[in-house]
Structures are given as structure tokens and as C-alpha cells.
């Protein structure tokens, strides 16, 4: 394990700032392990408490009775890579906690598709930050 | 006297490039003078001679918006600013006592800041090399003062160091130089340095490291008058007869280097954050207004644009009136669009299908800002904390105090929390009720005994719930740039975008004015030739 760290960390510091941001604190909430924990820590942002989504001048579209829900792989896709404005999130997320929110997506919030979320299809998941160049 | 009247002078010289070679010409040599290193802005452009009667729509009435306005208005066309918002400026914004502030999903602030104390929701700082927001604020009569970046006697908090004590930057700077110094003089003195350097060098070095480290005779970094002049004293030198200092004690190196303040310092060599530092007198709204005052006139309030089309005649955009109802279609030769790409990738277009493939392609980051009003300000009566940051790990990311009305009575606003990434998402899915409990009870570890004592009424705003952005930034990555990046800022036919995203300085308010000179430039050009 502590290479990994050691090589993690220089990796961040690597990184010249391209944005305004806060500094290298982080910026970290506490780790998220369920399917609803990481709902609220990272979708619900955006896709709101209840799922239905929010109109301002574009919309954050609904994931409440969605049915693209329906295949595991769609869900997978998007929330490793991003669509439009929603960034990807295979370098935030791990392949468990990817597991764990497909999952849960898919059934809650008026969704029910019991198959399961294979590990296959979360590979993309646990990637190394991607650079911002 | 004969020599200098035939060599001629810097000035003379940069003249002369300038009339054979133009702006970019003279920016070069100034590079070469060791100038102007840091910009592109080599003044603003000089467009002229427009075809009589020729028009210009330009959708969004930030400052790309604005800035291409008015130097368009200037260059003879007839221009129009379409804006979605009821007021100019786009993420150029401040919050003030009394202002409202609805974000997606519904929640509803009213601002309670005391008169004259503000929120910088966006931007906050800028840059001194950021020539040509620096030149337009001086041009429109925005007064800037001195933001104070780096403050050594604000503290840095990492919850794995120190037990979750934080500590002040001065001192873990001072410890981890004061270490390092010592350590690399061992390592020459085991001549493990001697393949890369002479022995002159190395003497050299020794040095520099004894007075950089403020290391002892015998190249040790110890508890002493010496290392606590970096650090700070445990007694400070006072007058009289107890008058001599003491010095402090040192902190473990271990824990020194788990708290990461390498890259706290690292952090104010990137050459966006070192000082010197601008922030505009009363908020940083002020620089929107500003270029409000020259193109005010142009603008059409809560606008929201459904279409964009452009044909062999012209531009046409189409607009919703989200005040009073009502569609209308507005028609120019050109168009000069800034909406945010969150926003334009779901407006109807038929631009190609390379250009609609590049503006999808770029995803928004996120950022949470929570301004906190204090009733005094004890950072800096309390803890001699004047400006600056106290940076953390947890999600608020950094404290921030207030840089202006220092040493002054009554209440004042800090920046509880400029988080981003992972904790701006959950911060984001917070209430705002919620974000402030959060921002107080993490705020609290730099000063546990006033926070909450003091705290009088907070504002937040989360960027992906701004409703005219949905994000904050464009967030491009490598594969980004290559694949649609200039396919993104060129001119297409009529059309043409601009806008921090248009950028390589993204997420700066240069990045944008940078981006909409170059737009209009271009777009210039293309109506000539039309």
C-alpha cells in the first residue's frame, strides 16, 4: 500500500492549478459506503433529494421512474463518464462504491430492476485522477 | 551622449516592432525584455471600419458578454446582450444584506449581512498578471484593493496530523524547511551529493541552507532563538526587564509531514496564487457592474433563449420572457454566444454536428461557497489573523477572513468554506440550513472558543444549483482539448462562442475577457470579409 500513497500524493502535487480553487487541503466528506450514502454525498447535488431532478436555465433530468434505469450498463456509462455538464466520476467513485449506487438507483425512487449489478459492469470505476489540461 | 542618441531606447524600440509587426510582435519582444511574461493582453483590440448597419446579438451578459459588446459597439455595430438573469455581471457577483437567492430545487435565501459587508459567491481574487481584467477595471473605474493571499499566521488543519490540532502555517513551514535543510546538509556531508556538485557548490549550498533553514553552527535545525524567527516564540521579544524571548518548541517532523504543508506551500508558488492579489473595493459585483455602466443599454433581462439558428441571412435567437411571458425571435448579422455549455448544450442549435459533439463534451465542476457574519472579528482581535486563509482537509476546504475594514468594530463576513470536488458535492446536496451547521462545526477547529459564539447569520451558494450555470467551470481534460477544443472556439459561419470555457485560463475572469477579445477579433475578420 505505501507506494501507492506515496505515488498518489505526488501525483497531486504535480498537478499545476488551472482554476481558482480552495488549495491542497481536499476538500473531503466523510467516506460514503452504501448505495444511499453515496446518493447523498455526491448525486443528490444535482439530481436532488427526491430524484426528480430541477429546471433552471437547463435541466438536471429526472433519475426518480427513469426508465434507462432499466439496463445496468446505461447507468454505468454515464456515471463513469459524464454526459453534458455532469462530470464523469470513474476517478471519484470506486468499483464497490459504483456497485452500491447503481444498485441502489435502481431500486428506489419509484425504479425496480432486482438484477443484479455485476462487477463487470462497474470496471471503469477507480481510476487515478485524470489530468485538467 | 553620442552612443545613446544612436542606441535607441526600450520604448523607442518596442514603437518600432510595434508599427512593422503589430501587437504580437511587441509582446514578444517584451518577453524577451523579461516583460509581460505572464499575459496575452497586449492591449485592447483595435477593430474598425464594421459595415454600416451591420448587427450583433450577444447571448449572456457576463463579462465575455459584456466585454464583446462594448468593443463591438466601439468598432460600429449595432449591438444587442440577451441575459437569462434580472441583473449583469453572470458569476462576476457579490451577496449583500437584503439580496434573495433561489437555487435549483427551491431553497430560498435571504441574505442578513450587515450594511456594507458582502459574499463573493465566484470569483474573489485576482491575479496580478491578469492584465486585461486589471485593464478594464481601471478603464470602467473599479477600485481595487490588495486581497490578501498568503498569511503566514493563519493555521492549516489536517484531521490525520497533530491529533486534529491545527497549527500555524508559519510554524510547519518553518519546521519542514528547518528538517529539510538539515537533512540535505547530512546528505552532503555522506558526499551523496558530490556526483551532481563541485565542492565549491556544495559550500555554496551549505550555505544556503544554514541561513534557509536557520540552521545551528553545526548544521542542526534546533529549538532556538534562530529557528523561533521562522516560527514564532513561545515568549515573544517584548521590552524592559523581561524583555528577552523564548523560544518555541519544535514540532515532531513526522506529524509535520503527514499534515502535507508542502503543498499548502507548493500551493502559493502556482503563478495564479502568488501575491500580489486584487479583490474590488465593496465586492467583487463591483467589476460586473462596472462593465454594466458601459453596456447597460444593450441589455435585455430575463431572457431565456430556446433557439439558436443561423442561415445564409443572419442569426436568429429565439427567447422567452421569463418575467412577464411571451416568445420573441431577435435577428443580427452575428452572434457572439457566452452561455455556459451546461446551459447551451440543451438549447436547440443547428450548428454542425462537430460543434453541438464539442460543446456536450465539457462537463462543469462543482464549488461551495458559505459566507459566515461574525459579530467582531476575533480572528483578528484574538488571534492577530489579518486577511488570508486557514486551509483544512474536511470538506469546507479553507476558512477565508475578510481582506478590508481591518481593526474595525461591529460585525464582518468570513468565508466559512470554498470547498470543491468530492465535499462540494455533499455540501451541495445540503440544505442551506445544513451547510452552515456544517461549515460552523468544522469552521470551529481553528477557533473553537468564538465560532459559534459569534456566528450571527450565514449564505451559501452552491454552484451546481446556481440556476443560469448549473456548474461552476468548465472542466476540460487532455483528451478534451484534442478532440474538441478548436473545434469549440472557431468561428462558425455567423456564430461564434467565448467564455471561460473558451479558454486555456479556465475559470478565471481573464480567461474569459482573454476568450471573448480573441473571439470578436475573429469574428471581426469573417464580417469583413463577408
Known amino acids: 500500500m505505501r507506494p501507492l500513497i506515496i505515488a498518489a500524493a505526488l501525483a497531486a502535487l504535480a498537478a499545476p492549478a488551472l482554476a481558482d480553487e480552495p488549495g491542497p487541503g481536499g476538500s473531503k466528506p466523510p467516506v460514503a459506503r452504501t448505495g444511499e450514502e453515496i446518493y447523498r454525498t455526491y448525486c443528490q447535488a444535482c439530481h436532488m433529494a427526491d430524484a426528480k431532478g430541477a429546471v433552471g436555465a437547463g435541466t438536471f433530468p429526472a433519475l426518480a421512474s427513469n426508465p434507462r434505469l432499466g439496463t445496468t450498463g446505461y447507468a454505468a456509462y454515464i456515471i463513469a463518464n459524464g454526459k453534458g455538464g455532469m462530470p464523469w466520476f470513474k476517478d471519484m467513485l470506486s468499483k464497490e462504491q459504483a456497485q452500491a449506487l447503481i444498485g441502489y438507483l435502481r431500486t428506489h425512487f419509484g425504479n425496480n430492476y432486482k438484477d443484479p449489478v455485476t462487477a463487470a459492469d462497474v470496471e471503469a470505476f477507480g481510476q487515478r485522477p485524470t489530468s485538467r489540461f | ?530
Open chain 2, 1 to 530: 551622449m553620442d552612443t545613446e542618441r544612436r542606441t535607441p531606447t526600450r520604448r523607442q524600440l518596442l514603437n518600432a516592432i510595434g508599427l512593422m509587426g503589430g501587437t504580437a510582435a511587441v509582446y514578444q519582444m517584451m518577453t524577451t525584455f523579461g516583460h509581460a511574461a505572464e499575459t496575452r493582453f497586449a492591449g485592447p483590440p483595435k477593430l474598425d471600419g464594421a459595415r454600416k448597419g451591420s448587427t450583433v446579438i450577444v447571448l449572456g451578459a457576463g463579462l465575455a458578454g459584456m466585454l464583446a459588446a462594448y468593443e463591438l459597439e466601439k468598432a460600429g455595430y449595432k449591438v444587442q446582450i440577451l441575459e437569462f438573469q434580472n441583473r449583469p455581471g453572470g458569476r462576476n457577483w457579490s451577496l449583500y444584506g437584503g439580496d434573495k437567492f433561489t437555487e435549483m430545487g427551491g431553497a430560498t435565501q435571504n441574505v442578513g449581512f450587515a450594511k456594507g459587508n458582502y459574499l463573493n459567491p465566484g470569483p474573489w481574487r485576482i491575479p496580478h498578471h491578469h492584465r486585461t481584467l486589471l485593464h478594464y477595471c481601471k478603464a470602467f473605474g473599479v477600485a481595487l484593493e490588495p486581497f490578501i493571499q498568503f498569511n503566514h499566521n493563519a493555521y492549516v488543519h489536517n484531521a490525520d496530523a497533530f491529533g486534529g490540532q491545527p497549527q500555524r502555517f508559519r510554524s510547519l513551514a518553518a519546521d519542514f524547511e528547518g528538517n529539510i535543510a538539515e537533512l540535505l546538509g547530512k546528505a552532503i556531508d555522506q558526499k551523496a551529493l558530490d556526483t551532481r556538485l563541485t565542492a565549491e557548490d556544495t559550500d555554496r549550498l551549505k550555505e544556503a541552507l544554514r541561513s534557509w533553514g536557520m540552521l545551528d553552527k553545526d548544521m542542526r535545525y534546533v529549538k532556538g532563538l534562530g529557528s523561533s524567527s521562522h516560527r514564532g516564540f513561545e515568549l515573544a521579544p517584548g521590552g524592559g526587564v523581561n524583555g528577552a524571548p523564548k523560544p518555541s518548541d519544535l514540532l515532531p517532523f513526522d506529524e509535520v509531514l503527514k499534515s502535507g504543508i508542502a503543498a499548502n506551500m507548493a500551493f502559493f508558488m502556482n503563478d495564479e496564487f502568488q501575491t500580489t492579489m486584487f479583490q474590488p473595493v465593496g465586492g467583487m459585483g463591483k467589476i460586473g457592474e462596472g462593465f454594466a455602466r458601459q453596456v447597460g443599454h444593450l441589455i435585455t433581462y430575463n431572457a431565456k433563449v430556446t433557439k439558436l439558428f443561423q442561415d445564409k441571412s443572419g442569426v436568429s435567437v429565439t427567447y422567452t420572457d421569463t418575467a412577464k411571458g411571451g416568445t420573441t425571435t431577435a435577428k443580427a448579422d452575428f452572434c457572439v454566444c457566452t452561455i455556459p455549455l451546461t446551459v447551451l448544450s440543451q438549447i436547440e442549435t443547428n450548428l454542425s454536428e462537430k460543434k453541438q459533439a464539442a460543446i456536450a463534451a465539457v462537463p462543469y465542476s462543482n464549488g461551495v461557497k458559505i459566507g459566515l457574519e461574525m459579530r467582531r472579528r476575533f480572528w483578528e482581535e484574538d488571534q492577530d489573523i489579518y486577511g488570508g486563509h486557514s486551509f483544512t482537509s474536511q470538506e469546507i476546504g479553507l476558512i477565508s477572513y475578510p481582506n478590508n475594514n481591518f481593526f474595525q468594530d461591529g460585525p464582518a463576513v468570513l468565508l466559512g468554506s470554498f470547498a470543491n470536488g468530492a465535499g462540494a458535492y455533499r455540501l451541495t446536496g445540503m440544505t442551506p440550513e445544513q451547510r452552515i451547521e456544517v461549515a460552523l462545526e468544522q469552521g470551529s477547529v481553528f477557533h473553537p472558543q468564538q465560532y459559534r459564539k459569534e456566528f450571527m447569520n450565514g449564505a451559501s451558494v452552491a454552484w451546481n444549483r446556481v440556476p443560469w450555470v448549473m456548474g461552476c467551470c468548465a472542466r476540460w481534460n487532455e483528451d478534451t482539448r484534442r478532440e474538441h477544443y478548436q473545434t469549440l472556439v472557431a468561428v462558425e459561419d455567423r456564430i461564434v462562442l467565448a467564455g471561460e470555457h473558451a479558454s486555456y485560463v479556465g475559470c478565471w475572469m481573464e480567461g474569459s475577457l482573454l476568450s471573448s477579445l480573441d473571439a470578436i477579433t475573429r469574428l471581426h475578420q469573417r464580417a469583413l470579409q463577408a
